[in-house]
Every structure is written in structure tokens, then in C-alpha cells.
């Protein structure tokens, strides 16, 4: 596989992982903005609106067949977080060349499609179609209060939004359920006008098409967007605890009790040189299923249903998610950091070490086995200038990693937010 990078504007990359290995092609474009509480749901919004049909292809049915015209191609939107941006895109999958019956090119007319949606969308008075923008902000809002019935995520959720309150990390990236049901089509018309003015672009290409083709087709599709813009990506990073501990307790109608508990990393993201050590001990602690609290948290002492510890690599946070019986919060939360007390102490086996860099390296590699995963890590990248941090450079800083560098990485990690989600009385 190769990489090929490229400034097509100021603020406008387009980034090419050439590959023979699919027997598909991907391209997507995403508009990265800042996470604004006041912009989030028009953020959401949008691309939904869009996909409802263009001025060629004013409905879902057209939009449909002019997909299935490119051998069934998909083509569809995503929303994502990535630190403190909200990441606007457009995604679609289609057939590489080489496996076309009449031998004809598709990621032209692929790239066309997926301009004409982004950039020439049907329309009503001037504006977005209103019955569009009206179902669709139901449909969001209605996702947006169903986040809700997902207990696990849920607390999860609730966690990031008492550890990171008052920084942009704890903004919804879907937005609220008010704003959305709100939104009008001349108000949402003027969100996306600004949206692609201000954004940064980043456009993205996997396959094995050549990188001087992949570029003359997203110039001619996505004409418009090609025009200098100042948008840097920034993401506020608290390498310790503001103050100390806070725990957080909710109660619902719930069964079983939720515990998650949110750590700063002492700074390390994935533009760290001490990364790939910290991901090796997030496997170690909770990221695997030889992990510690795996086996000793849940398995020996039998204190949670199920306990694990994620990384975001851009904010600079490790979060445990568990869950417990009401009357074993104190209890499991003992032993949790105890397991990682453990870590800091140097308390693993040559053995664990191993059986953890393992599980990031086949991690790591496992991802570069599907399209939407290596455009979602090359993103994320990218916009947060880490051209180290993927692939087989990453791999072998992995592989290089020491037990002192994970005791180290241990020592960083300060708890700083625990919530606890509960049952009602009664």
C-alpha cells in the first residue's frame, strides 16, 4: 500500500491510500468544523437533509437507482466526533474498475454523485425542501432522545459530559433534540452555506486507482469546495485532573447498576511519542479479554457483569465502562483501581506484556483489512498531524514497547470524574 498526500487548497487535503487489495474503491469527503453547542445539530442535520435527494435526483428512489446504475454502489452520511471537531461526511463504496462487466470507469461517476448530493441539493423557494428538513429533524431528534434506552452507552455518555463539563468535548455531536425539531428550512439553508465555507475538506481515496486520476476526479466534482479556507482542527487537551475526584450518581429505572470512571492521560494523544506505550496498557488494563480487569475484576472476583477501558487518542482520556450490582459499586471501584495500582507497580508478567502488544498489533492490523476503518484512522490522522501514528510505523513502535514504558504510562493516568447510574428506590 501506498500513501499519497496533497494540498489542494489551503485547508482542502486530499490523502490517497493506493491499494489493489479490495476489489472496491472508497471515496469520502468530510467537512471538519469546531464542536459547538449552537452548530452541532445543523451539523447532524444536514447531510441527512441531503441525502433525501438531489436536483437531479429529487428523491431517495431516484438517488437509489442512479447508485444501483454504479453497480450497486453505497453511498451514505456520517457524522462523527474526533476530539473537538464535528466531522461532516459523505462516504461511497463502489466497484473497482477491474471487476466492471464493460470494463467501464466508475470512480468518475461515483465522484460526480457524490458532488451533486454534497453540492447541488433539491430545492423549495431557494432553500432546502421543507417537508425534508421537517422529517428529518424529527428523525434526529428522535435519536437523539432515544440515546437514552442504551444504558452502557448512556453512562458512558453522561460521564464524558460531568468529567469534560464547560470544554467543547462534552457537546453532543448529534446536537439537541430541541434545535432539531426546530430547524427550518431557511435557517438549516444558511447553517449549510456556512458549514461549506468554513470547514476544513478533507478528501479521502482507497483503492487502486491512480492518485493523479482520484484528483482530477474530485476537481471536477467538488469544483466549489476546492477554494482556500482557514480552518485549523483543535482540540483543548487537560493533561490532569482540574481538581479532585467527582463522582456523579443518577438513578433510573434500571436493573443493574452502571459504573464508568474517566482518566486524563497526563497529556499523551496519539501525536505523543509515548502512545504507542499507553495503548499497550490501556490492552493490559481493560482492552482486551486476557486484560486485568477482565480476568481478575470480573472473572475472579466476579464484581461486574463486564469491565473494560477505551482510549480517545485525540482528547487524551482512558474511560472504564462496567457493570454492577447496586449494592457492589464501592466494591468494584476498589478493585478497578487496584488493577491498574497493580499495572503502576510493575505487577504483570513478561507473558501479559506480550499477550497485550499482540492484541494491539493484530488491532492495528485487523484495521487496515477494511476500507471504512483505514479512511476513519487516515482521518483522524490527518487532522490531528500525526503522520506517524498509523499503519507499520505505528506497529513497530508498538512491538518496541518496554514494561518500564507501560508502568510509566500507568503512573500518568489520573482518575478524575467517576458516574454511577442506579436504580429507584422502590
Known sequence: MQQHWKRLADGVELSVSQTDKFKTGLLAVTLTIPLREETATAGALIPEVLSRGSRTHPNMELLSAASDALYGASLGPAVRQRGESQCVSFLCSFIDDRYALDGSAVLEPAADLMGEVLLDPALQDGVFRRDYVESEGANLADRIEARVNDKRGWAMFRLIQEMCAGEAYAVDKLGSAQRARAATAQSLWADYHALLSGAKVNFYYGGAALPERVEDAVRRAFAPLLTGRDAPVCCQVAAQPQGPVRTVTEAMDVTQGKLAMGFRTGGVTLASDEFPALLVCNALYGGSANSKLFLNVREKLSLCYYASSMLDKAKGLMAVSSGVEFAQFDRAQEAILAQLDAIRRGGFTGEELTAAIRTVVNGLRGRRDSQGQMEDDRLTNLLF?????????????????????????????????VYRLTGKEG
Open 385 to 417: 498531524h500525526s503522520a506517524a501514528g498509523e499503519g507499520e510505523a505505528l506497529i513497530g513502535e508498538v512491538e518496541k514497547v518496554t514494561a518500564d514504558q507501560v508502568v510509566e504510562a500507568a503512573r500518568r493516568l489520573k482518575l478524575d470524574t
